[in-house]
């Protein structure tokens, strides 16, 4: 079984710039999965949104070319990628002569989906394009609430609660705080969270000091979104919700997980931070 320590993550690493599939790190998700009570059928349905903006290659003229590359890996893969495998493997086009953009498409979803387990999404988009406008995620902030906070990690679900005898609410609640930490180099992970959601009203002092305690929290950030919307989901019983986290790229790549109980396609314009 594949596990962080075995990859490249961390680690001193030769940066291939020819073409080697073999570079990609598939981990189970199944393992820490179970730690959270998800088993199949998934109590969830979504989507861990990769973009790329570190993309180039070169044409059977030598010349290189470059795009901003976006992949969807369907949370129903039995694998994540490791994500500096993932960068390494993108590297390794950059003196790789292709016949066209379609030819680097093509051997994207091959390799992807052979590491993922399931079919990945690819899109190449040109450098230059409107695709990549910027939108926070929509919603209302909870972050200015005057609350004093000392608990930074593990997550604790107990924080979280709902009052069921108040009226049903459908709101879109947003964090900037969100943090948490790569599971082997410690580094931080830094980003936003949306929960959207309709149901007993959630506390949102409870829920902003729910997020903040993944502040020290080590865990990948599918793992992080899928945690949160287990959480929210035992403790506050909503008739729908989503999860959708947008985190700050590193080495190139941002991960964008969402988890919904309902089908949905995410927006992947990037926020200010990313």
């Known amino acids: 079984m594949s596990s962080p320590d075995q990859s490249q993550l961390g680690k001193a690493t030769v940066y291939a710039d020819r073409y080697d599939p073999s570079l990609l790190f598939p981990i189970p998700r199944a393992a820490k999965r179970a730690e959270i009570g998800v088993g199949e059928p998934l109590p969830f349905l979504g989507t861990d949104i990769w973009n790329a903006y570190e993309l180039s290659w070169l044409d059977r003229h030598g010349k290189p070319h470059v795009a901003v590359a976006e992949f969807r890996v369907p949370a129903s893969s039995p694998n994540i990628i490791e994500s500096k495998s993932f960068k390494l493997y993108l590297n390794g086009f950059a003196q790789e002569p292709l016949d066209s953009a379609d030819a680097l498409q093509m051997l994207l979803r091959k390799d992807l989906g052979a590491a993922a387990g399931a079919e990945v999404g690819v899109t190449l988009h040109p450098a230059r394009t409107a695709a990549h406008a910027f939108a926070d995620l929509a919603g209302e902030s909870i972050d200015g609430l005057p609350v004093a906070i000392d608990d930074y ?33 410690g580094q931080p992970d830094w980003g936003s969270v949306q929960i959207a959601y309709r149901g007993a009203p959630i506390d949102r002092e409870g829920l902003l000091r729910y997020l903040v305690s993944f502040r020290t929290h080590t865990e990948f950030h599918e793992q992080c979104v899928e945690r949160i919307y287990m959480d929210v989901m035992a403790r506050c019983a909503p008739e729908r919700l989503s999860v959708y986290a947008r985190y700050t790229r590193r080495g190139g790549l941002d991960i964008n997980p969402f988890r919904s109980s309902v089908p949905a396609t995410p927006d992947n314009r990037r926020g200010a931070r990313q």
């Open 153 to 185: 990690g593990p997550p604790k679900a107990d924080y979280l609660r709902a009052d069921a005898s108040a009226a049903v609410a459908e709101e879109i609640l947003v964090s900037d705080l969100l943090r948490s930490n790569c599971p082997v180099t």
